[in-house]
């Protein structure tokens, strides 16, 4: 091996990252281990492909290469997505924008060892190409995730669409910088291999495309039938109201003591230092760890339907969202379940003061489905009221006494109602009311 072919700043970060499996096993965090321990595995790749390709792979890329999937597996592996709301905002642009950089690099490299006639702000755009691409594809995952498995990676429409504004700008930036260390600091030899490894990379797709073109488009439109297909599929079969339950009738709660027609469906639910009833992360002990924030639904007037058909119902509640210590991740939703028909299928109004949005959601089988979103901001520790209003497939959303939008043309409302928070520390409902049609509220629940 020669000298200058062990990049030992490389395997320095290897042995960094390799180092996060071993200290979360021995904190007793497999889920943690086994990501970290799937980082390990991918930064691998660049020695696969010098396997494959019987090329060296130069000392920039590949440093780029482990640095960016150092980032990504370790702050997925220790929850920092979760702890800290702008993370994603920095390390996801940064990925693309390394992402950028090697392409840039690649092409520049190409030309220079296969002598074409290319200019370099087109080598520039396409990197910046290549890095937007990279950016949207990852949305799309995050997307599909959320869609099949609910797991709350795209917490709105703005969190997506900022994500892949900062990733434009990650991947513009990465074009400009690379382009200087590509003429002023990496060496001849290095953007020879990188020209011989641009062409080996091309070569096979090209190749496969030239023999098998029709091939591949075949199954690349077969799977895109089959996700569409699945996306329907999945949602198939929404629950019924079971029979014969009693309607819902209007009624006040003040939830200094748990309510006794209460039943709650999913998460831990207690009295609180607040006033009422709280929805408290306690699935990992007295001290929640980052990323164990998942949602609670607390059932009210168990065993009775409120249609929302011929006579509308509204709900009320005054909800408090305490804010976390910064360690312990940043979740502060709170809302209205309406329409349940079990601890996975129903709607809910909800608020979140992390993320400044109003939105409405039904949940299918337990997976999420947008419905509505507006802004409508709010903070952490203060109280504030959430209001509900169903008459039959429309539902209007209140906050403080405001109403904020209208939704109409929804399927199935009918059904239980309850509370429902999402939170890294505690969210608290110290009082309801549910009216049928057009009952005046005679309970005091302040206007803030």
Known sequence: MRLDAFHWETWLLRLLLAGVPAFQLATGNTGGAIVAGEGVVVSLLPILIERLSHRHVPRGPEFVFVAGMTLQFASESTKLFEVFYYWDKLVHPTLVALAAMIAGWLLLGYREAFGLRMTTHFAAAFGWLVGATIGAFWEFVEFFNDWFGNTNLQKSNGDTMTDMLSNDIGAF??????CWLYFHILGRQQRGEMGQLAGW???GPARLLDRHGRLVGGVLACLV???VAATQWVDRGTPALAADLPPGQ?????????????????????????AGMCRVDLENGEVPKPGSDKMGLLELASGSVYSGGAQAFTVTT???EQRPSKSQGTQMDAGIAFGIRGDSDFYVLEQSALHDILRLDRYVHGRRRDV???????HGNEWHVLQARVEGDRV???LDGNEIFAVSSLPETAGGI????????ATCFDAVQVREGDEAFNSPIPHV
């Not at 509505?372 to 709010?378: C, D, I, N, P, Y």
Request: without cysteine; hydrophobic residues 40%; proline residues 5%.
């Open 225 to 227: 039938a089959g996700l």
């Open 396 to 398: 209007s959303a209140s």
């Open 173 to 178: 930036l990465a074009t400009l910088v690379g």
């Open 250 to 274: 209007s009624h006040d709660w003040s939830l200094a003591t748990p309510p006794a027609d209460a039943r709650v469906l999913v998460g831990t639910w207690q009295p609180g230092d607040q």
């Open 201 to 203: 990379l091309s070569d």
């Open 318 to 320: 005054h909800y408090f």
């Open 418 to 425: 309850g509370l429902w928070a999402r939170t890294s520390a």
């Open 372 to 378: 509505r979103e507006k802004l409508a901001r709010t």
